[in-house]
């Protein structure tokens, strides 16, 4: 793993809303340090409704975490393209964030209850 990230279970109970709609609630989130970036929550996949996720044909590549796809999330108000990220098969040492997506803070809500 890479030296500058980090990985915890993220305390309490998460919650992610998308155009007014909760679309998933876990009390097992992960919390991923990087660097001096903001911390990022990782919902599991179980905990979100994945009937409002479609693949989209988004990839990137981080040198530290390996290759991401995104998710569009389709909701009442229309589309939000690309919030949502995939690590699943992500580099040696992280493999705890596979079948765990994130979320753009400025796409959704991500909040802790």
Same mark, same amino acid.
Not at 84 to 93: F, L, M, R, V
């Given at each position: 793993?890479?030296?500058?990230?980090?990985?915890?279970?993220?305390?309490?109970?998460?919650?992610?809303?998308?155009?007014?709609? !909760?679309?998933?609630?876990?009390? *097992?989130?992960? &919390?991923?340090? &990087?660097? %001096?970036?903001?911390?990022?929550?990782?919902?599991?996949?179980? *905990?979100?409704?994945?009937?409002?996720?479609?693949? %989209?044909?988004?990839?990137?590549?981080?040198?530290?975490?390996?290759?991401?796809?995104?998710?569009?999330?389709? %909701?009442? %108000?229309?589309?939000?393209?690309?919030?949502?990220?995939?690590? &699943?098969?992500?580099?040696?040492?992280?493999?705890?964030?596979?079948?765990?997506?994130?979320?753009?803070?400025?796409? !959704?809500? !991500? &909040?802790?209850?």
């Amino acid at each position: 793993m890479s030296d500058h990230i980090r990985i915890r279970k993220a305390e309490g109970t998460w919650v992610v809303r998308a155009g007014g709609a !909760v679309i998933g609630e876990t009390k *097992d989130a992960l &919390e991923l340090n &990087e660097g %001096s970036y903001d911390p990022v929550i990782y919902f599991p996949r179980a *905990d979100i409704a994945m009937v409002f996720l479609d693949p %989209s044909d988004t990839v990137t590549t981080c040198p530290h975490k390996g290759q991401a796809s995104y998710f569009t999330i389709v %909701s009442a %108000s229309g589309p939000i393209p690309d919030a949502g990220w995939s690590y &699943e098969t992500p580099k040696a040492g992280l493999e705890q964030i596979a079948g765990h997506i994130a979320f753009y803070p400025d796409k !959704v809500a !991500v &909040e802790r209850l």
